[in-house]
């Protein structure tokens, strides 16, 4: 969780960095300047692959005009989606942490029941003190996948919303990355 938690915090702190530049810039050379400096932006990403787009428009057509906006574009989409999928590595591992603790918990309860059983039928006692462990190691197992589970779960949604707010940050970057080329290069 904590690898997760420090890469949404390094893309969205060198994003918010990075889109700051960018805003202030009137040429997107300028920009280009200081993409090595934001190499944990998803931002950067998108930029580099709008940018390198629009630069060898340039360099078949000899000018300094692009002839579609409609490539640039789809450079911008696919960069997109290989950031989201690099934002999201590791979110299909919590997912599955939190799905599957309760089983594996629930299994260990089953187990520390039928143990507790096999401890009455092997004693033929019914007392506390033959069947204690057993329940005890039942309760425990399903302490230990409610305690995997559950933070699991609460991170995954977490960070789920978050890849929304990566992934809105990326379409409204696409836009102003689009209006920006318009401007400079149509």
Sequence with gaps: ????ALRFSRSAAASRRFMFAFRRAKKLAEVHAITAKSSHSSLVGLFKAGYAEIEAQIAHANTQMIRSLDSVERSLLRASRIEASRLSKYLPF???TAAASPFIGLFGTVWGIMDAFAT???TATTS???????ISEALINTA???FAAIPALLAYNHFVQRMRQARGEMEDFTLEFLNLTERNFM
Aim: charged share 0%; proline share 5%; glycine share 16%.
């Design 128 to 134: 506390i003190t033959s069947v204690a462990p057993g």
């Design 1 to 4: 969780m904590f690898v997760i």
């Design 120 to 122: 009455i039928g092997a």
């Design 94 to 96: 919590l997912a599955t």
């Design 144 to 146: 230990a996948g409610l």
